[in-house]
């Protein structure tokens, strides 16, 4: 075989240099090959005849013309040998491109002229070209691959450079991808293809890269119609005036003229030759001419029936009509954004907070943004010191990217800036839930008639725990939950639920911290706090929840959740089905949703000294955010005197804000009148601390 390739490259070489002093021969590399391998390759003429007799055979049983079931999307892979100089000038877009005029050409939507042919000449091929997402290995591409190659221009038909051997790169597995080479091919050759006697690991096309694509390809080769015409070769059509002069012999096509030999130039308007002497003369707009990329048109509808042949059901290239590799790669080449601060995110304006990446995946690129801070955004994988000189309260954005995939994450009010220290020293609260303002009133559902019990809660799918999934926020420590009480009959004095934090990824899966709270002691149609008996410390993705058990008699809990969202809804609660396996709750009960729960936590910067803080679970605050009366809703008879309410601005002013007594254990604050924006309330009870932020927006 060596030997072939040897001497066919001398060959080459020799009519290269005849013919550069006759015509424009650049598009004559297919033909070149094809028929040296006609006369010198061992079975080549047997299976390129036997590919014919497959053709014709398969057009003969179609009279009527042939379109798949579905239109075949051929997954391509460019393999980019070029000195650094041509890379440099060569962009990934120049391939991105190229598929995209493939396209255009073979669904027939090319607009160039078909002169005085009918439009129905102009076919629609049903073949599709997509950049492969897939490689080999099952892990994430580009599509393109890139090696550096210093060295003389490549020979027409040397398969070199489809060989990583010897300068290139072996073809990718080619019953799964369409390979196309791209190189600087000597003597200003285009391309050159094989056609598909065997979906060998030279089948495909090696094009020159100064003809691929369209930005900055050489004109008049700059329309992709190199590409175009070379991969009719790939799908078996060869030229169209039938690859030797004289009108005795065609392409094998009724629907393209006979035709006296090429085209060359751009040509327009009716052209005759000496086969075609009446309107609308030859076909010099089809691929299959060697007419320059803006005269090209148009592959007839035999030519499109032949093509078709070879994707059909015992056709050579029926394996690439089930090729997936234009899917979605595998989860392991994703990435995911994550990170943490490595300083205090409670700062006092002038000091600065240090970033921590804690991303996964393979990654290549990061981008940080910084609201408000100096520098505002940073490519270091770690940033440091970025300063933060205005009061307030700002979000740190994460782009992660692989080069291929990307993934953000904004983390919301994560640092707090503040004028002076905060006079309590460790930070301050708040108070997040996944449900939004406008999706009050909250509900539960009865699971009547197809089972006893509620969602979520206790019910005949015995669903043993239900979990929310939260995963931005601004705390490092949860202090309490704020239960929405919806049903609490306790069957036993005993009977408890267990309220639950868990941390985990896609499910729960490590518990942080639970506290049993007895069922008697919640009542329906309230807020309930649940006050943890010291914080728990989370950092990451993180589930709240609840665990139920079943006795007999009955106990009967439920709280309230969002209404159902719908198909395209978010769904953040997840539920452990009878047989301990967690599922969403979409998954079991076709709703998406999230739990009413509110969960309070502290940011603090002294983890040592949290005890201090301690919320006081005796008071609950709603509706956050708030667009007006905030109420502070006491579960006991309180007196006056045994509560105190102050509220500062962000810079530790304190404001003189109306609050009222509703009821005997029911305050509320009346924010009506500031402006919206974030707020602080202290909230003393008898000897103990609440603190919260409160986001005011009218
Ligand atoms: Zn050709």
């Not at 040397?158 to 790169?169: C, E, H, I, L």
């Not at 003597?187 to 690991?201: F, Q, S």
């Not at 890269?209 to 790939?234: F, M």
């Not at 304190?654 to 009222?660: A, F, Q």
């Amino acid at each position: 075989m060596k030997n072939f390739i040897l001497s066919l490259i001398a060959l080459i070489l020799n009519l290269s240099l005849i013919f550069a002093q006759t015509v424009d021969n650049k598009k004559w590399g297919s033909d070149i090959v094809h028929k040296w391998r006609l006369e010198h390759e061992v079975g080549y003429a047997e299976s390129y005849e036997k590919l014919k007799n497959y053709v014709a055979d398969f057009v003969a049983k179609h009279p009527n013309g042939y379109s798949p079931k579905s239109i075949i999307t051929i997954p391509v892979v460019f393999h980019v040998v070029l000195s650094p100089t041509e890379h440099s000038s060569f962009l990934d877009l120049r391939c991105i491109e190229n598929i995209g005029t493939l396209n255009t050409d073979y669904s027939g939507t090319n607009t160039h002229s078909m002169s005085d042919f009918p439009a129905s000449l102009k076919a629609n091929c049903d073949i599709q070209f997509c950049l492969a997402t897939i490689d080999t290995s099952g892990a994430a591409t580009s599509g393109i691959e890139r090696r550096d190659y210093i060295g003389p221009d490549w020979a027409t038909g040397d398969n070199g450079v489809k060989q990583t051997a010897t300068g290139g790169f072996d073809a990718w597995d080619p019953t799964k991808y369409l390979n196309i080479w791209v190189c600087n091919l000597e003597y200003g050759m285009l391309g050159y293809a094989t056609y598909p006697t065997v979906l060998d690991n030279f089948y495909g096309l090696v094009i020159d890269y100064t003809a691929t694509g369209t930005t900055g390809a050489l004109p008049p080769y700059d329309l992709g119609g190199t590409a175009s015409h070379e991969i009719g070769h790939c799908l078996y059509l060869s030229h169209i005036w039938g690859d030797s002069p004289g009108c005795t012999n065609d392409d094998g096509f009724s629907d393209t003229p006979i035709q006296d030999i090429a085209s060359y130039g751009a040509p327009t308007g009716v052209i005759f030759d000496d086969c075609q002497t009446t309107s609308p003369g030859i076909m010099y707009m089809n691929f299959m001419d060697y007419s320059d990329d803006i005269a090209y048109a148009n592959f007839t509808p035999d030519q499109k029936l032949a093509m078709q042949a070879l994707f059909a059901p015992g056709g050579v290239l029926e394996p690439l009509t089930t090729s997936d590799k234009c899917g979605i790669p595998q989860s392991n080449d994703s990435v995911f954004a994550d990170f943490q601060a490595t300083t205090a995110r409670l700062i006092v304006q002038g000091q600065t907070v240090g970033f921590q990446d804690n991303s996964t995946g393979n990654i290549s690129s990061w981008y940080w943004t910084f609201q408000s801070g100096s520098p505002a955004s940073s490519t270091f994988q770690n940033p440091l010191n970025i300063i933060y000189n205005t009061p307030g309260i700002y979000d740190v954005c994460l782009i992660v990217s692989n080069g291929i995939y990307s993934d953000t994450l904004c983390k919301q009010g994560y640092i707090v800036v503040t004028t002076q220290p905060w006079p309590d020293p460790n930070g301050y609260c708040d108070t997040i839930s996944n449900n939004l303002p406008t999706e009050f009133p909250l509900t539960f559902v009865n699971l009547l008639p197809s089972n006893w019990g509620y969602l979520p809660g206790h019910n005949g799918l015995h669903i043993k725990a239900y979990a929310d999934k939260y995963v931005n926020y601004t705390f490092n420590v949860i202090s309490q939950l704020i239960v929405p009480v919806s049903k609490a009959w306790a069957s036993l004095p005993s009977s408890t639920i267990r309220f639950k934090i868990w941390s985990g990824s896609s499910f729960p899966q490590t518990e942080l911290g639970f506290k049993d709270i007895n069922i008697s002691n919640m009542t329906p149609y309230m807020y309930y706090p649940v006050l943890f008996d010291s914080p728990i410390q989370v950092n990451g993705t993180f589930f709240c929840g609840f665990e139920l058990t079943y006795s007999t008699p009955q106990d009967t809990f439920t709280c309230y959740m969002v209404n159902d969202r719908g198909a395209l809804g978010l769904n953040t609660l997840f539920v452990k089905d009878s047989n301990n396996t967690w599922r969403t709750c979409d998954d079991v009960f076709g709703i998406h949703t999230s739990l009413g729960t509110m969960v309070a936590g502290c940011l603090s910067n002294n983890l040592v000294n949290i005890e201090q803080n301690v919320t006081n679970n005796k008071v609950a605050v709603y509706p956050l955010p708030s667009s007006g009366l905030l109420n502070i809703d006491f579960s006991e008879i309180t007196l006056d005197n045994d509560v105190e309410m102050r509220v500062f601005d962000l810079l530790g002013n304190e404001l003189k804000i109306p609050k009222s007594k509703t009821s005997e254990n029911l305050f509320k604050i009346d924010f009506s009148l500031q402006t919206s924006g974030i707020y602080f309330i202290i909230i003393r009870y008898k000897t103990q601390l609440y603190k919260t932020k409160v986001s005011v927006i009218h």
